[in-house]
């Protein structure tokens, strides 16, 4: 089995533990490696609960959420050149929780589009905390489109709580938006990269990740709903939500290990807020790499790769 | 069903024998009220008789996240099919109707709230592949609460998954005919089942993206009467037309041959 850098210092130990079990077991073995075990015992199971317990587990979904998490716009600025923002859905208003436009990579033309939470409380507000209504998914949409007409890459950046639920949002349908960028971006016959910044929930993401492949920061997360709306459905108690998202198994070390991302990309000790410029520096390597790759591929190979990516997700058996 | 007894209308509350609401596909004589019915009585109104054929039968759920709510979930399945009689939340499978080739999937609500996980997400893609390959039109009854948590992030990915078939069958020029039955909510209605080339719907169903205690809880105001309901959607401009259960088998029918002929 692989280890994940984090969970390098565990397995140290355990097997400094499992040398003193073989130790102890010679005659003449004194105390001092039976009292040496036990704190060692103790030492794992602590590093363990920080790793994987809830408590582990809940201070990366918050971190995921942290109000400093550098955003798209964070990320345009660092990756990309030449951004010309484009807005609106040509049919009701602009939805400032999703932004994109034209830009260039490393001199190359693409298209971006992500997700777009606020700094502050008033931005946050105007960008209702990054959770977009129908015609931010249809502004999704139509650069989805321009993308595929120009042949432009599409990168996309997933940093929300979810597609909002409220009434206009259902009047103006949320769920066929939804569907609709679902059904686009599978059927683009140009890369797609997406990469999972801080939090990946729900439809509300996806509706951005169909992508060749799928990146995420650490400390990013990706589930099928938030922890706190989880718990309030199973146990009709939202303040469970830590116990929800550790059996939800939504780090991006446990949706890499499900096969849903394709890369865990670093970051800097105590998260990407601390130094967001390194932060940046690595999504842009990362992103960097796969698209290089993916431009090796032709029009119907590139569709062809998605398809097949996401056809062979789920877990089930045959009887 | 056991001769002779009586159940009380969901809608009216009138009282009548279950075998005169059985007569009626389920739907109350007095007040037309739709009660759910399961897929085996779905098919026999849809499909002509013996004409079903099965497509991923023996798919089986596994416990990818080994998840446990207080109930384990392979515990919570176990018991759900021997509660429904079904394998999992959907039946899909070729069938005819009235000489027509088509592809048929049919939720069963009964199953975990029609929850879509691996093997829902897997049946309903093969369907779709399907009905490309096989240029059958694809007509789907959905009913469901969303994706099924308990497969966490393998759940929400069908909801791609079986999109992407849904496009695969739009490419071939094949239709697919949505029909929304009560509830269709969350990663169902999120992913196909608004997509279909005509989407009907089952009066008085509830249809959306977030289910009606969310968006109270989030707005923090009570929901109008009817919001979420068929006749909204219809007057929104999200589905094509309500059709009783009565109507439904003739105007599939009329709409395929409107689309293939």
Redesign the interface.
């Known amino acids: 089995m692989a280890t994940l850098d984090f969970e390098r210092p565990l397995r140290d130990l355990e097997q400094r533990i499992e040398a003193l079990k073989a130790a102890v077991c010679l005659p003449g073995a004194g105390e001092a490696i039976a009292d040496e075990l036990e704190r060692l015992e103790a030492a794992a199971h602590r590093l363990e609960e920080n790793l994987f317990g809830d408590l582990g587990v809940w201070a990366r979904v918050r971190l995921s959420r942290h109000p400093e998490r550098p955003t798209t716009l964070d990320a345009i600025g660092a990756l990309l050149e030449d951004f010309v923002e484009l807005r609106g859905d040509r049919a009701f208003r602009d939805d400032p929780a999703i932004v994109g436009g034209l830009a260039r990579y490393h001199g190359r033309p693409v298209v971006v589009l992500g997700h777009q939470k606020g700094r502050g409380v008033r931005d946050n507000v105007r960008r209702n905390f990054g959770m977009p209504h129908p015609e931010g998914y249809r502004k999704a949409l139509r650069l989805m489109d321009l993308s595929a007409r120009f042949g432009r890459p599409l990168l996309t950046f997933v940093d929300t709580p979810g597609?909002?639920?409220?009434?206009g949002?259902?009047?103006?349908?949320?769920?066929?938006a939804?569907?609709?960028c679902?059904?686009k971006l599978?059927?683009l016959t140009v890369p797609v990269v997406s990469t999972v910044l801080g939090e990946g929930g729900?439809?509300g993401a996806?509706a951005l990740a169909?992508a060749n492949r799928v990146l995420m920061l650490e400390h990013a997360t990706?589930?099928?709903?938030t922890p706190e709306?989880?718990a309030s459905?199973?146990?009709k108690d939202g303040s469970r939500a830590p116990e929800a998202a550790r059996?939800?198994?939504?780090t991006a070390a446990e949706?890499f290990s499900?096969g849903?991302a394709d890369e865990v990309i670093p970051e800097p000790v105590g998260g990407a807020h601390r130094d967001p410029r390194e932060a940046l520096r690595r999504v842009d390597e990362a992103v960097g790499r796969h698209l290089d790759a993916l431009r090796r591929l032709g029009p119907e190979e590139i569709r062809d790769d998605?398809?097949q990516r996401?056809?062979a997700?789920?877990?089930?058996?045959?009887? | 069903m056991a001769p002779g007894v009586f159940r009380r209308c969901d809608g009216c509350g009138a009282t009548m024998l279950e075998d005169e609401l059985a007569a009626a596909w389920n739907v109350c004589p007095r007040c037309g009220f739709h009660h759910r019915m399961t897929p085996v009585r779905w098919i026999a109104l849809l499909a002509d008789a013996e004409s079903f054929a099965p497509i991923g039968e023996a798919l089986r759920s596994t416990d990818p996240l080994g998840f446990s709510d207080g109930q384990t979930y392979p515990d919570r399945i176990a018991r759900s099919q021997r509660q429904s009689g079904e394998s999992d939340a959907v039946v899909v499978g070729d069938a005819t109707m009235d000489g027509t080739a088509i592809a048929l999937g049919v939720f069963a609500f009964g199953f975990m709230g029609g929850s879509m996980g691996s093997v829902v997400g897997e049946r309903l893609t093969r369907l779709f592949e399907r009905g490309a390959s096989a240029r059958r039109p694809v007509v789907v009854l959905s009913a469901s609460g969303g994706a099924r948590m308990q497969e966490g992030i393998h759940s929400l990915m069908q909801m791609a998954k079986t999109v992407a078939a849904r496009g695969l069958l739009a490419d071939a020029g094949v239709p697919f005919v949505s029909v929304l039955l009560h509830p269709t909510t969350g990663g169902v209605a999120a992913s196909y089942a608004l997509l279909g080339d005509v989407n009907l719907a089952e009066p008085g169903a509830l249809i959306g993206f977030a289910g009606p205690r969310v968006i109270e809880q989030t707005i923090k105001q009570t929901l109008p009467e009817g919001f979420q309901r068929s006749e909204f959607l219809l007057e929104h401009g999200m589905i094509d037309a309500i059709v009783p259960r009565s109507d439904l088998r003739a105007t599939v029918r009329r709409v395929l041959g409107l689309l293939t002929d």
């Open positions: 597609a909002f639920p409220g009434l949002a259902e009047e103006r349908g949320q769920s066929e939804i569907g609709q679902l059904m599978s059927s729900s439809g996806l169909v990706y589930a099928v709903i709306g989880c459905i199973l146990w059996a939800m198994r939504m949706v499900a849903v998605r398809y996401f056809r997700l789920g877990e089930y058996t045959e009887v």
